[in-house]
């Protein structure tokens, strides 16, 4: 998904999150003629998805006269600090649109209704177990988690059929990660690199991935407390980037301190056979790739555990000072009915993680990848720290940092791994007294 900024919580919130929210009393929340007014915030941003949220809201309330809900247009860039002003101030949106990697702070910070009392049997059952624990904190429910996407690699497909000896890789019959080095050595010739690793935020990418190596970076003891530690099933994948970058040259050196978009012009002009991102980014590459321009998804390398990644699915949440919360969570089991949600995947170019849902037809296309997606979906589990007090400042301070540096050669793997464990350590230590 799409990472937000983290920016300073001096930064005053958007307008919208200063609209009258679930402060008010539950008298304030009903009009004279007994109507519930509900807000809920989107953080849909392309024009198709935000559209299709929209006609959400007004189906429901056609259908829903008594329960009116106000759509508000929120924005990943700043969700993280509004909502904690939002939250602060008692003003927050009744029904909030995140991710679950951002869901923690709230969740343990009282701000968020345990939803866990109040799903309908058929929406708690049909999503599965592992995705319920992206927004499980404290064996409260606190999201519900409803679009999620695999990283894969998007492949200019005229150089990879042209570059002799090169296997396309399938989900059935993926990729190990020595073969993903060997096909961008292949790959490299001619001034086109054979990958582009668009790191700019890297400690996700980095963590995810390498589920699929065995690694997990956090680790929880008996007493529950979290703890860093930096093994070699969590190094295999930094050390196949750092190679490729360092030692191959089969990597763009340039695209490390790039965001996914800024990678795609050279990707159309031939510069990069590969390019791995987010699942959604198949939308930007369709709408602004050159005509003519044939492109292709690939599965990610698989490791040790097959092709496992980590994800941190979109939520939808209830604050804890919404007056209606039964209310609020009904919005949210219209919202995510399977034909409802099947839009919504198809607006964001993304997976739903509901069962139903996932098994539509219209998302096992071979056009644009689609069946490429919905093959990894068993395959996405919690990423790695999804629940991790602390994560936020050791991913900003220590980790983010330490990884640029080592990508681009400037420390090796052992101070790599030094500076993630024992300075990590220590800031986790003070979240976890």
């Not at 007994?34 to 392309?46: D, K, M, N």
């Not at 929209?54 to 006269?65: C, D, F, G, S, T």
């Not at 070699?232 to 978009?261: C, E, F, K, W």
């Not at 068993?378 to 080592?406: C, H, M, N």
Request: with cysteine; glycine share 10%.
């Amino acid at each position: 998904m799409r990472r937000r900024a983290l920016l300073s919580a001096a930064v005053a919130a958007p307008a919208a999150a200063l609209l009258p929210g679930c402060a008010a009393g539950r008298d304030d929340r009903r009009g004279p003629d007994g109507t519930i007014r509900l807000r809920f915030q989107s953080l849909a941003w392309q024009q198709e998805s935000v559209e299709i949220n929209k006609q959400l809201v007004r189906e429901w309330n056609e259908a829903n006269p008594r329960v009116r809900v106000e759509y508000v247009q929120g924005s990943w860039d700043s969700v993280h600090d509004q909502l904690l002003t939002a939250f602060e101030g008692g003003e927050a949106p009744d029904v909030i649109h995140d991710a679950s990697d951002d869901l923690a702070d709230f969740a343990y910070g009282g701000y968020l209704t345990d939803l866990g009392p109040l799903l309908p049997r058929g929406l708690r059952e049909s999503i599965p177990e592992r995705s319920w624990r992206t927004a499980t904190f404290d064996g409260g429910i606190h999201g519900v988690p409803f679009l999620q996407e695999p990283r894969v690699l998007i492949a200019n497909r005229k150089l990879l059929e042209a570059a002799g000896g090169v296997r396309i890789p399938t989900p059935d019959d993926p990729w190990s990660w020595p073969e993903f080095r060997a096909a961008a050595r292949k790959l490299t010739r001619g001034g086109t690199f054979g990958v582009a690793w668009p790191l700019k935020e890297p400690v996700s990418s980095t963590l995810n991935l390498s589920l699929s190596a065995g690694g997990r970076v956090f680790h929880r003891g008996t007493d529950g407390k979290a703890e860093i530690r930096f093994g070699a099933a969590d190094r295999v994948v930094p050390g196949i980037v750092h190679d490729q970058v360092n030692t191959d040259r089969s990597a763009s050196r340039g695209t490390l301190g790039m965001g996914g978009s800024d990678t795609l012009p050279g990707f159309f002009a031939g510069k990069y056979a590969m390019v791995p991102l987010g699942f959604s980014y198949r939308q930007q590459v369709e709408q602004q790739a050159p005509d003519g321009f044939a492109w292709t998804v690939l599965p990610a390398p698989a490791g040790r555990e097959g092709l496992r990644q980590g994800v941190s699915p979109q939520t939808l949440s209830v604050a804890r000072d919404c007056p209606y919360p039964e209310e609020a969570v009904r919005f949210i089991a219209f919202f995510l009915r399977p034909r409802n949600l099947v839009r919504l995947a198809r607006g964001d170019w993304m997976l739903p993680t509901a069962t139903e849902a996932l098994a539509d037809p219209a998302l096992h296309t071979e056009r644009h990848g689609w069946a490429t997606g919905t093959a990894l979906a068993g395959e996405l589990y919690p990423a790695p720290a999804q629940s991790v007090r602390g994560y936020p400042e050791w991913k900003d301070k220590i980790a983010t940092p330490a990884l640029q540096e080592f990508y681009s050669g400037a420390i090796g793997m052992e101070e790599l791994g030094t500076r993630l464990v024992r300075d990590g350590n220590l800031v986790l230590a003070r979240y976890q007294r």
